[in-house]
T-cell receptor, first 116, second 117 residues
Framework: GAVVSQHPSWVICKSGTSVKIECRSL??????MFWYRQFPKQSLMLMAT?????????EQGVEKDKFLINHASLTLSTLTVTSAHPEDSSFYIC????????????FGNGTRLTVT | AQTVTQSQPEMSVQEAETVTLSCTYD???????LFWYKQPPSRQMILVIR??????QNATENRFSVNFQKAAKSFSLKISDSQLGDAAMYFC??????????????FGKGTKLTVNP
Protein backbone atom coordinates (compact mmCIF):
# COMPACT_ATOMS: atom_id res chain seq x y z
CA GLY A 1 0.00 0.00 0.00
CA ALA A 2 0.83 3.73 0.01
CA VAL A 3 1.43 4.25 -3.69
CA VAL A 4 1.92 7.75 -5.04
CA SER A 5 1.65 8.31 -8.76
CA GLN A 6 3.18 11.34 -10.40
CA HIS A 7 2.50 12.36 -13.98
CA PRO A 8 4.09 13.09 -16.34
CA SER A 9 7.45 11.43 -15.78
CA TRP A 10 9.11 13.90 -18.08
CA VAL A 11 8.04 16.91 -20.05
CA ILE A 12 9.69 19.31 -22.46
CA CYS A 13 8.10 22.68 -22.98
CA LYS A 14 8.93 25.96 -24.61
CA SER A 15 9.87 29.02 -22.64
CA GLY A 16 6.82 31.06 -21.69
CA THR A 17 4.38 28.17 -21.57
CA SER A 18 2.86 26.58 -18.48
CA VAL A 19 3.19 23.00 -17.36
CA LYS A 20 1.01 21.06 -14.94
CA ILE A 21 2.29 18.14 -12.89
CA GLU A 22 -0.12 15.82 -11.10
CA CYS A 23 0.45 13.89 -7.90
CA ARG A 24 -2.05 11.24 -6.87
CA SER A 25 -2.24 8.99 -3.86
CA LEU A 26 -3.68 5.78 -5.29
CA UNK A 27 -4.59 3.73 -2.24
CA UNK A 28 -4.82 6.17 0.62
CA UNK A 29 -6.13 9.61 1.43
CA UNK A 30 -3.38 12.17 1.63
CA UNK A 31 -4.21 14.96 4.02
CA UNK A 32 -0.99 16.69 3.18
CA MET A 33 1.17 16.67 0.09
CA PHE A 34 4.60 18.14 -0.37
CA TRP A 35 6.37 19.36 -3.46
CA TYR A 36 10.13 19.15 -3.71
CA ARG A 37 12.61 20.29 -6.29
CA GLN A 38 15.90 18.53 -6.84
CA PHE A 39 18.82 19.87 -8.81
CA PRO A 40 21.39 17.42 -10.22
CA LYS A 41 23.48 15.76 -7.54
CA GLN A 42 21.78 17.74 -4.81
CA SER A 43 19.30 17.10 -2.08
CA LEU A 44 15.56 17.64 -2.17
CA MET A 45 14.47 21.19 -1.54
CA LEU A 46 10.98 21.65 -0.17
CA MET A 47 8.97 24.09 -2.24
CA ALA A 48 5.58 23.99 -0.59
CA THR A 49 3.18 22.09 1.60
CA UNK A 50 -0.41 21.66 0.50
CA UNK A 51 -3.37 20.59 2.56
CA UNK A 52 -6.60 19.51 0.98
CA UNK A 53 -9.03 22.37 0.60
CA UNK A 54 -6.70 25.13 1.73
CA UNK A 55 -4.00 27.32 0.27
CA UNK A 56 -0.53 25.93 0.01
CA UNK A 57 2.22 27.07 2.34
CA UNK A 58 5.31 28.06 0.40
CA GLU A 59 8.86 27.92 1.63
CA GLN A 60 10.85 31.09 1.76
CA GLY A 61 12.16 32.10 -1.63
CA VAL A 62 9.64 30.10 -3.64
CA GLU A 63 7.44 32.25 -5.88
CA LYS A 64 3.85 31.27 -5.23
CA ASP A 65 2.62 33.00 -8.38
CA LYS A 66 5.04 31.01 -10.48
CA PHE A 67 4.52 27.64 -8.85
CA LEU A 68 0.78 27.26 -8.43
CA ILE A 69 -0.29 24.42 -6.19
CA ASN A 70 -3.80 23.09 -5.93
CA HIS A 71 -4.91 20.32 -3.58
CA ALA A 72 -8.50 19.88 -4.64
CA SER A 73 -9.10 16.47 -3.15
CA LEU A 74 -7.60 14.04 -0.66
CA THR A 75 -5.98 12.12 -3.49
CA LEU A 76 -4.80 14.78 -5.91
CA SER A 77 -2.43 17.71 -5.80
CA THR A 78 -1.18 19.60 -8.83
CA LEU A 79 1.82 21.82 -9.38
CA THR A 80 1.65 24.25 -12.28
CA VAL A 81 4.82 25.95 -13.40
CA THR A 82 3.60 29.14 -15.03
CA SER A 83 5.48 31.00 -17.75
CA ALA A 84 8.31 28.51 -17.53
CA HIS A 85 11.87 29.56 -18.20
CA PRO A 86 15.01 27.49 -18.72
CA GLU A 87 16.06 28.07 -15.11
CA ASP A 88 12.90 26.22 -14.04
CA SER A 89 14.28 23.07 -15.62
CA SER A 90 14.66 20.60 -12.81
CA PHE A 91 13.40 17.40 -11.24
CA TYR A 92 10.19 17.86 -9.28
CA ILE A 93 9.04 15.26 -6.74
CA CYS A 94 5.82 15.10 -4.81
CA UNK A 95 5.23 13.22 -1.60
CA UNK A 96 2.14 12.46 0.39
CA UNK A 97 1.33 11.94 4.02
CA UNK A 98 -1.43 9.80 5.47
CA UNK A 99 -1.60 12.24 8.32
CA UNK A 100 -0.46 9.88 11.05
CA UNK A 101 2.20 11.45 13.24
CA UNK A 102 5.57 10.00 12.40
CA UNK A 103 4.42 8.04 9.39
CA UNK A 104 6.89 8.15 6.53
CA UNK A 105 6.22 10.20 3.49
CA UNK A 106 5.51 8.32 0.28
CA PHE A 107 7.06 9.69 -2.85
CA GLY A 108 6.03 9.86 -6.46
CA ASN A 109 8.46 8.90 -9.20
CA GLY A 110 9.24 12.50 -10.00
CA THR A 111 8.93 14.66 -13.10
CA ARG A 112 11.84 15.79 -15.18
CA LEU A 113 11.01 19.22 -16.58
CA THR A 114 13.08 20.67 -19.41
CA VAL A 115 12.30 24.18 -20.63
CA THR A 116 13.76 25.07 -23.99
CA ALA B 1 14.79 25.17 12.77
CA GLN B 2 16.00 21.63 12.43
CA THR B 3 19.01 20.80 10.32
CA VAL B 4 20.41 17.52 9.07
CA THR B 5 24.06 17.05 8.17
CA GLN B 6 25.60 14.27 6.15
CA SER B 7 29.34 14.80 6.17
CA GLN B 8 30.23 12.14 3.62
CA PRO B 9 29.41 13.24 0.06
CA GLU B 10 30.60 9.90 -1.31
CA MET B 11 31.37 6.47 0.06
CA SER B 12 32.36 3.22 -1.54
CA VAL B 13 32.24 -0.37 -0.36
CA GLN B 14 33.17 -3.76 -1.72
CA GLU B 15 30.37 -6.15 -2.46
CA ALA B 16 29.51 -8.28 0.59
CA GLU B 17 31.29 -5.88 2.95
CA THR B 18 29.78 -3.54 5.51
CA VAL B 19 29.55 0.22 5.25
CA THR B 20 28.32 2.93 7.62
CA LEU B 21 26.85 6.23 6.50
CA SER B 22 26.91 9.12 8.95
CA CYS B 23 24.19 11.58 9.82
CA THR B 24 23.90 14.20 12.53
CA TYR B 25 21.04 16.53 13.19
CA ASP B 26 20.19 19.53 15.27
CA UNK B 27 16.87 20.05 17.03
CA UNK B 28 15.44 21.44 20.22
CA UNK B 29 12.58 18.95 20.22
CA UNK B 30 12.62 15.90 22.44
CA UNK B 31 10.45 13.71 20.30
CA UNK B 32 10.81 13.25 16.57
CA UNK B 33 11.34 10.71 13.82
CA LEU B 34 14.38 9.99 11.73
CA PHE B 35 14.50 8.28 8.36
CA TRP B 36 16.92 7.01 5.81
CA TYR B 37 15.78 7.18 2.21
CA LYS B 38 17.51 5.65 -0.78
CA GLN B 39 17.43 7.24 -4.24
CA PRO B 40 18.76 4.95 -6.98
CA PRO B 41 19.45 6.21 -10.51
CA SER B 42 15.74 5.89 -11.26
CA ARG B 43 15.29 8.87 -8.88
CA GLN B 44 12.52 7.07 -6.96
CA MET B 45 12.75 7.83 -3.23
CA ILE B 46 12.60 4.59 -1.28
CA LEU B 47 12.23 4.38 2.47
CA VAL B 48 15.02 2.30 3.96
CA ILE B 49 14.47 2.58 7.67
CA ARG B 50 12.65 4.63 10.30
CA UNK B 51 13.55 5.41 13.93
CA UNK B 52 11.36 6.90 16.62
CA UNK B 53 13.34 9.13 18.94
CA UNK B 54 11.57 7.94 22.08
CA UNK B 55 12.65 4.38 21.41
CA UNK B 56 16.10 3.48 22.64
CA GLN B 57 16.28 0.32 20.58
CA ASN B 58 17.95 0.79 17.24
CA ALA B 59 15.78 0.03 14.22
CA THR B 60 16.73 -2.78 11.88
CA GLU B 61 15.42 -3.87 8.52
CA ASN B 62 17.13 -6.98 7.20
CA ARG B 63 20.65 -5.89 6.16
CA PHE B 64 20.04 -2.29 7.22
CA SER B 65 20.41 -1.08 10.77
CA VAL B 66 20.92 2.22 12.50
CA ASN B 67 23.02 3.43 15.39
CA PHE B 68 20.86 6.06 17.05
CA GLN B 69 22.63 8.16 19.66
CA LYS B 70 20.06 10.67 20.89
CA ALA B 71 22.33 12.62 23.19
CA ALA B 72 24.90 13.03 20.45
CA LYS B 73 22.15 13.66 17.87
CA SER B 74 23.65 11.07 15.63
CA PHE B 75 21.83 8.64 13.35
CA SER B 76 24.13 6.46 11.26
CA LEU B 77 23.07 3.78 8.81
CA LYS B 78 24.89 0.47 8.59
CA ILE B 79 24.53 -1.67 5.49
CA SER B 80 25.72 -5.23 5.93
CA ASP B 81 26.58 -7.67 3.17
CA SER B 82 26.46 -4.87 0.60
CA GLN B 83 24.93 -5.70 -2.73
CA LEU B 84 25.29 -4.05 -6.12
CA GLY B 85 21.69 -2.93 -5.88
CA ASP B 86 22.50 -0.90 -2.80
CA ALA B 87 24.34 1.62 -4.95
CA ALA B 88 22.39 4.87 -4.68
CA MET B 89 22.17 8.25 -3.04
CA TYR B 90 21.21 7.93 0.60
CA PHE B 91 19.41 10.74 2.36
CA CYS B 92 18.99 11.13 6.08
CA UNK B 93 15.80 12.96 7.07
CA UNK B 94 14.16 14.43 10.16
CA UNK B 95 10.50 14.84 10.93
CA UNK B 96 8.83 16.50 13.86
CA UNK B 97 6.46 14.35 15.87
CA UNK B 98 4.36 16.58 18.03
CA UNK B 99 0.80 17.46 17.09
CA UNK B 100 0.82 20.78 15.32
CA UNK B 101 4.39 20.35 14.26
CA UNK B 102 5.35 20.26 10.64
CA UNK B 103 5.00 16.96 8.85
CA UNK B 104 7.61 17.96 6.36
CA UNK B 105 10.86 16.09 6.04
CA UNK B 106 14.12 17.95 6.46
CA PHE B 107 16.77 16.25 4.35
CA GLY B 108 20.51 16.09 4.56
CA LYS B 109 22.56 16.68 1.42
CA GLY B 110 22.97 13.02 0.76
CA THR B 111 25.74 10.45 0.46
CA LYS B 112 26.46 8.74 -2.82
CA LEU B 113 27.22 5.09 -2.20
CA THR B 114 29.14 3.07 -4.75
CA VAL B 115 29.31 -0.70 -4.46
CA ASN B 116 32.32 -2.29 -6.13
CA PRO B 117 32.06 -5.85 -7.42
Amino acid sequence: GAVVSQHPSWVICKSGTSVKIECRSLDFQATTMFWYRQFPKQSLMLMATSNEGSKATYEQGVEKDKFLINHASLTLSTLTVTSAHPEDSSFYICSASKGTIGSPLHFGNGTRLTVT
Amino acid sequence: AQTVTQSQPEMSVQEAETVTLSCTYDTSESDYYLFWYKQPPSRQMILVIRQEAYKQQNATENRFSVNFQKAAKSFSLKISDSQLGDAAMYFCAYRSSFQGGSEKLVFGKGTKLTVNP
